[in-house]
């Protein structure tokens, strides 16, 4: 889109479809994605936008009755394509990922420390004493006082944010080129979220490390991320720099979005909503799928899908309204 | 989400289980009607025939109908089946409902009892009772209903547990209604799922119950025919003549599989899609 | 806003504690250890007047929860008293105590879980105005109708079953039960932190305009911060089981005076670009509710701390004239 380096990570026309007992899903549907080096994107939607299963597509970490197609090229080669040797060498040591729960994601009958080690017996080529060493800085690292303690102990020694926080520890052992975090924060209370989130925009400026942060907190992405993509019903629906998006979002989805979060200094205001539910997934969606949401709509969003466009440097939007909101936004 | 869902449509377990049993019960209810020969009825122009035309499931020693006999004996185990769990599962519903939801020292005092009772394997210590009542069907009732309830008040309890939690029951509470009211009408329906299954399983085990102890001689007394009982007759001719054994055998394994699907259709058909 | 311009407080709780005794395990039983205790809610005083919401922010384990549900008496609390309208609420029994509940209704966080699945939505609301025959038995039905409407459902809803309904729509339900009884405090427990941005809105909304159309008072308990300044006239901030600052909300917002407030403000991401920062509002770790640290429970947070909070538990009262913090420093 814009001018600078090759992005180290493009989706393509990605979409991911769960062959279910009740007929098919279309969770994504053709999403466009693009990281640079050292970049921290935001991939911001409500539950069922298929955001996190985007994430999961990426290192195909999905369910047997997942059907995946479209094109994901990690440096120029394509993952999707790739052997599953080849998968597991990228997965992990270039590419790894965090998880909102880190309980589910920690073995709880290994120590902390053990865990760590696994990771870098797996993905370096240090020696044992190496990796003890190398174990308690990256706990250091992370946040964790008095790391070569706390690498006896065990998960559930640990709260959710030092969890979280050890499972960072974890994904940074192979020193990867991106970190694919998942709602990392969602579980974590507003002062251990805020903690995370500084640590990880810590960690990418530090280390170079480029990110793909998926949440549905819009707050989380204006504080933590350089550029945004929004979805909404397995699509990607707006995509541009952090700033230009929420100060001129070029979708009725994102604007609607951005309207309806409650802003400071308006106590005991109405919110704008959004009327409506979001679409099912289960049945194909003709036009946009926002239309029947929708406060711009025209006729022909019921009928034609618009096309995901430039709307700006680095910004596209796929909204038939664009320009009107663009037109507003330039009145107000 | 306007449309209302077509509400019942019957799982196929269901029908599967259903059809065997109203089979069992057609048997149970009139034999006379299914059955081609008088069971009790002695040939002694026909003995020890294997299966053939005349008589499919073969004849016994005294030249029986096979085929009669283990349709008649479907009044008695039916019969077992249902009075030998019904009991038990009404007792053991109210009372696991009743120390689940209020706990206390009756509930400890129902943790001991189910410690003492699984202790002891349930077969033994029916016979037991049944040796000290005396051999036939009703003390048989009464010695699986002493012991059975346990197993479905265990069951109910820790369903209650886990859903007087639900806000839905804090709900209740704060809306002021009666105590009864939210244990029968808002934790029992929502509890009776595993109860019923079990029920069904329960069902096939007292047949199975019924004929080791109509085998052992403790449960239905001869002549009248009974599954085990059958089977206990022929088992000295079992060389010479295996059908006496083997059809009522196959009799008991249809009513269990007929229990057990009905067990998943019913589990199916109570599923709440939440 | 002080004592003597008020309304009539409509609900008033002094002094509230809640403890839960853990179970012991059997090395404390050999070794005689005392059970453990956790101090869930710790002398809380509040008031609620008509047509007023107050909104009750914290953390996870800050025993928000615990002192909503002690308001209703689902939990019957340690100590402290709550009166409604004047009258000693926890003392209630029988009919009384369910004329109080019917009068303080509450609205669950789980929208899943606070509806009975096997109660068709028109089956749970009639229920409601059976029990306590708010109308009768003829008028049931059209008095439904009438609640759906309240709470913008269509009446069709009535007939279909919750798990034919979103999230959002099953919080309606929830509300809808609860205004069934015509209480006339709602305390509403995370009432929309189980759904999406969009929606959560939606349900804002809907408590607002039931405020303005009722004149219902509403204790509007969250842990999400820009959501509480939206709905609530005045504030009380929650740490480990106390209030540590309550004031009008628009002018705690402006000024926060505990040092604790100041960082759960600062700590909410703004949606507002251009602000990122590497700096975390607030250091460490929440403690555990089973062992508080001694003095004031923020002290190994807290920038300010100095000896004496390491020492001495900081009094909830009005310092200077403005709110009530409870700081030695503020």
Redesign the interface.
């Known amino acids: 889109m814009s001018g600078g380096p090759d992005p180290i990570l493009a989706v393509e026309r990605l979409a991911v479809t769960f062959d279910t007992p009740r007929g098919s899903v279309r969770a994504v549907d053709g999403v466009d994605l693009s990281v640079r080096e050292g970049e921290i994107l935001g991939l911001v939607g409500?539950?069922g936008s298929g955001k996190s299963v985007t994430l999961r597509g990426i290192v195909r970490l999905l369910r047997a009755n997942a059907a995946v197609a479209g094109r994901v090229l990690w440096k120029g080669a394509d993952l999707l394509a790739a052997s599953p040797e080849r998968l597991q060498a990228v997965r992990g040591r270039e590419i790894a990922m965090i998880f909102q729960e880190p309980m589910t994601a920690l073995n709880p009958v290994l120590s902390i420390g053990t865990q760590i080690e696994e990771s870098l017996v797996a993905h370096t080529t240090l020696d044992d004493a190496g990796r003890k060493r190398r174990a308690a800085e990256l706990l250091d690292l992370v946040g964790i006082a008095s790391a070569k303690v706390r690498l006896a102990a065990y998960p559930h020694e640990f709260?959710g944010?030092?969890r979280q926080r050890a499972m960072i520890a974890i994904a940074l052992a192979a020193q990867p080129r991106l970190l694919l975090a998942d709602e990392p924060t969602t579980a974590l209370?507003?002062?251990?979220?805020?903690?995370i989130?500084?640590?990880l925009?810590?960690l990418c400026?530090d280390l170079g490390m480029a990110m793909i942060l998926v949440t549905?907190?819009?707050?989380?992405v204006?504080?933590?991320c350089d550029r945004v993509s929004v979805m909404y019903a397995g699509r990607v629906v707006e995509s541009g720099p952090?700033?230009a998006l929420?100060?001129h979002p070029r979708h009725a989805y994102t604007h609607?979005?951005?309207r309806?979060?409650?802003?400071?200094g308006?106590?005991?205001?109405?919110?704008?909503?959004?009327?409506g539910?979001?679409p099912r997934l289960d049945r194909p969606v003709e036009g946009c799928p926002f239309a029947p949401r929708c406060q711009l709509v025209e006729d022909r969003c019921r009928t034609v899908a618009p096309p995901f466009e430039p709307v700006g440097p680095a910004h596209a939007a796929a909204c038939w309204a664009s320009d009107r909101l663009a037109m507003a936004e330039g009145t107000a | 989400?306007?449309a209302?869902?077509p509400r019942l449509r019957l799982p196929g377990s269901l029908v599967a289980g259903g059809a065997i049993l109203a089979l069992m019960l057609v048997c149970a209810l009139a034999p006379g009607l299914v059955a081609p020969y008088d069971p009790i009825a002695f040939d002694y122009t026909a003995l020890l025939q294997p299966p053939s035309g005349a008589h499919p499931f073969g004849t016994d020693q005294f030249g029986r109908d096979i085929l009669s006999r283990t349709i008649a004996a479907a009044t008695i185990d039916i019969q077992i089946a249902v009075f030998a769990t019904v009991g038990p599962l009404v007792v053991g519903t109210v009372i696991g409902l009743l120390v689940g939801y209020y706990g206390g020292i009756a509930d400890m005092v129902f943790g001991r009892l189910v410690d003492l009772v699984v202790t002891f394997p349930f077969l033994v210590l029916v016979i037991a009772i049944v040796a000290v009542l005396g051999p036939g069907l009703v003390n048989m009732y009464i010695a699986v209903g002493v012991v059975g309830w346990v197993f479905y008040a265990r069951l109910m309890r820790g369903e209650v547990l886990v859903l007087r939690n639900?806000?839905?029951v804090?709900?209740?509470?704060?809306?002021?209604?009666?105590e009864a009211?939210i244990l029968f009408?808002?934790i029992l329906?929502?509890a009776a799922r595993p109860i019923l299954v079990y029920w069904m399983t329960d069902m096939a085990l007292a047949i199975l119950l019924g004929s080791s102890l109509g085998y052992l001689g403790l449960g239905a007394q001869p002549p009248a025919a009974e599954w085990g009982v059958l089977i206990a007759d022929g088992k000295n001719f079992f060389s010479q003549a295996w059908w006496i054994t083997v059809f009522p055998g196959i009799a008991i394994i249809l009513a269990g599989i007929g229990f057990s699907l009905a067990g998943d259709g019913v589990a199916d058909l109570l599923d709440?899609?939440? | 806003m002080s004592a003597a311009h008020r309304p009539a407080e409509l609900l008033e709780v002094q002094g509230l504690s809640k403890r839960f005794a853990l179970q012991r395990s059997l090395g404390d039983v050999v070794l005689r250890r005392e059970a453990r205790v956790v101090r869930a809610v710790e002398e809380v005083s509040l008031q609620v007047a008509r047509g007023e919401?107050l909104g009750i922010v914290g953390?996870?384990g800050c025993g928000k929860s615990t002192l909503a549900?002690c308001l209703?008496r689902?939990y019957e609390p340690d100590a402290g008293t709550v009166r409604f309208e004047g009258q000693d609420a926890l003392a209630l029994q029988g009919d009384a105590?369910?004329?109080f509940?019917?009068r303080v209704?509450?609205v669950?966080?789980?929208p899943?879980?606070?509806?009975?699945?096997?109660?068709r939505v028109g089956e749970a609301l009639a229920?409601?105005l059976r029990?306590?025959r708010i109308v009768p038995d003829g008028d049931v039905g059209a008095r439904v109708d009438a609640l759906l409407d309240l709470v913008h459902l269509?009446r069709?809803a009535a007939?279909?079953?919750p798990?034919?309904?979103?999230g959002?729509q099953r919080q309606r339900i929830?509300i809808a039960?609860a205004l069934a009884?015509e209480p006339s405090v709602i305390i509403a427990d995370e009432p929309v932190s189980a759904l999406?941005?969009?929606?959560?809105?939606?349900i804002?909304?809907l408590f607002?305009?039931l405020q303005e159309r009722l004149g219902l008072a509403l204790v509007f308990i969250t842990?999400?911060?820009?959501?509480v300044?939206?709905?609530?006239?005045r504030l009380a901030v929650m740490y480990l089981g106390r209030i540590v600052e309550t004031g009008p909300?628009?002018r705690v917002?402006a000024a926060p005076r505990h040092p604790y407030t100041q960082?759960?403000v600062?700590?909410?991401?703004?949606?507002?670009?251009?602000?990122?920062?590497?700096?975390?509002?607030?250091?460490g770790?929440?403690p555990s509710p089973l062992s508080p640290p001694p003095g004031c429970p923020f002290h190994p947070r807290c920038p300010l701390a100095q000896d004496v909070c390491r020492r001495d538990l900081p009094a909830l009262r009005e310092r200077s004239g403005d709110w009530p913090v409870a700081c030695h420093f503020a």
Do not use: W
Not at chain 1, 260 to 264: R, Y
Not at chain 3, 112 to 119: A, D, E, T
């Open positions: 409500e539950s709260s944010g030092m209370d507003v002062t251990i979220q805020d903690q989130l500084k640590l925009l810590g400026q549905h907190d819009l707050g989380v204006a504080e933590t952090v700033e929420f100060r609607a979005l951005l309806s979060m409650p802003h400071g308006a106590a005991r205001q109405p919110l704008v909503p959004i009327p539910q979001p | 989400m306007t209302r869902m639900h806000d839905y804090s709900a209740g509470k704060v809306l002021g209604y009666g009211r009408r808002h329906p929502n709440v899609k939440r | 919401t953390e996870s549900r209703v689902l105590r369910r004329a509940n019917r209704q509450m669950f966080q789980d899943y879980g606070s509806l009975n699945p096997r109660l229920e409601a029990v306590h269509p069709d007939g279909r079953y798990h034919e309904f979103s959002g929830g039960r009884v999406d941005v969009s929606v959560q809105a939606q804002v909304n607002l305009e842990h999400d911060l820009r959501l300044r939206h709905v609530s006239h909300t628009e917002f960082a759960l600062a700590a909410v991401p703004a949606v507002e670009p251009g602000r990122r920062s590497r700096q975390a509002a607030v250091r770790e929440l």
